[in-house]
């Protein structure tokens, strides 16, 4: 049983910044791979950014290579997204997932991405 909960979304100008983090309860945080996806209304989820369980490996999508950095901090149980030189574009709602092997099988309730023009 694994429970995730973002916070940190909210309004940005273009250009701007935000920082995500998802903070996970329940298995041991060191055994699993965290992922970040987004929704918009009446699209599939996508895969945003993806870490190993020891941080040692990270993979992006290519539409944020470059601008987000997904991070964790096991000690604190904590995964993080930085998203910089966010574009309208990037708005969604953002949420993150747990995998203990190669599914993703733990999900949180997400929080909304809205970028300005």
């Known amino acids: 049983q694994v429970q995730l909960v973002e916070s940190g979304g909210g309004s940005v100008q273009v250009g701007g910044s935000l920082r995500l983090s998802c903070a996970a309860s329940?298995?041991?945080?060191?055994?699993?791979?965290m992922g970040w996806f987004r929704q918009t209304p009446g699209k599939e989820r996508d895969f945003v950014a993806e870490?190993?369980?020891?941080?040692?490996?990270?993979w992006y999508a290519d539409s944020v290579k470059g601008r987000f950095t997904i991070s964790r901090d096991n000690a604190k149980n904590t995964v993080y997204l930085q998203m910089n030189s966010l574009k309208p574009e990037d708005t969604a709602v953002y949420s993150c997932a747990a995998r203990r092997n190669f599914r993703y099988d733990y999900w949180g309730q997400g929080t909304q991405v809205t970028v300005s023009s």
């Open positions: 329940g298995r041991p945080f060191s055994s699993l791979g």
């Open positions: 870490i190993s369980n020891s941080g040692g490996s990270t």
